[in-house]
């Protein structure tokens, strides 16, 4: 079932129902797109058509974030959950290594997709890392061969938004091996240990996005589309 907020489509699931639902498309037959949506890049889809209308062709929209679950929960179409993307890419990462998934890192500065496959492999011991590359590259063309010479069949795609969904849509059918591609922002700098996260406590309360204010103060300005978009959701700012 889906949950509209501002004309984007979230799949209302739980994690379990994500990650199951992830597990099925390594079993479909051709690339499935995941993405991410948070609260910032619901307030630019809901002024830029062609990105709702993209993002809402994935086959799973997980609701990233604090201020897309309140705006939907004051919009009276309550989602059951947050799904962070960077959450179900780590409970992913041991479904793959379960199925010996090959799965290939793309995205952020040189260096921290490597790292970040170090710290996946010890979270999930027997993942298969088929291949790492930046997100600072010129060509395409280069990227999509290097993921086909690698035969992956999942990749994580990090190169912000909505720049990873317009890489995950215009190359979906260019890439015969791979099952399952998900856009997760700066997910890599996290799994790298480049950017911390809140501690729990802060999760739990929803405070993340604070957390990450106080750590980078300059994000005030995109930060400033979360609550412009909760206000926008409740009707009570067009
Ligand atoms: N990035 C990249 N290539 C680019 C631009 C950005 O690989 O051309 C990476 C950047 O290094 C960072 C991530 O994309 O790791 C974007 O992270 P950010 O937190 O800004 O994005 P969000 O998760 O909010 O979409």
């Not at 979230?10 to 948070?38: H, K, S, Y």
């Not at 062609?50 to 974030?65: H, I």
């Not at 260019?174 to 997910?187: C, D, F, I, K, Y």
Request: proline residues 5%; positive net charge.
């Amino acid at each position: 079932m889906k949950i509209d907020v501002l004309g984007l489509q979230f799949d209302n699931v739980t994690m379990d129902e994500a990650l199951q639902r992830g597990e099925a498309f390594l079993d479909g037959d051709r690339a499935a797109i995941v993405v991410t949506p948070n609260a910032e890049i619901g307030y630019d889809a809901a002024q830029d058509e062609a990105l709702c209308a993209m993002l809402n062709r994935a086959d799973l929209v997980l609701p990233d974030g604090a201020g897309v679950v309140l705006a939907a929960k004051l919009r009276k179409t309550p989602l059951k959950s947050k799904v962070a993307g960077i959450d179900f890419a780590r409970n992913m990462l041991s479904v793959f290594a379960r199925r010996g998934t090959r799965l290939y890192l793309l995205g952020s500065k040189p260096g921290v997709a490597e790292q970040a496959a170090e710290k996946m492999k010890e979270m999930a011991p027997g993942l298969v890392i088929c291949g790492t590359a930046d997100g600072y590259f010129k060509e395409e063309a280069p990227v999509v061969a290097a993921i086909n010479e690698a035969k992956a069949e999942a990749v994580f795609v990090c190169l912000g938004a909505p720049k990873q969904e317009r890489f995950m849509f215009d190359h979906r059918d260019e890439l015969p091996t791979v099952r399952l591609m998900a856009g997760l922002g700066g997910s890599l700098d996290g799994f790298a240990g480049n950017v911390k996260r809140a501690p729990d406590w802060m999760i739990k309360c929803q405070l993340e996005w604070f957390y990450r204010l106080c750590k980078e103060p300059k994000r005030i300005g995109r930060m400033m589309r979360l609550p412009k978009y909760v206000a926008k959701a409740v009707g009570t700012k067009k």
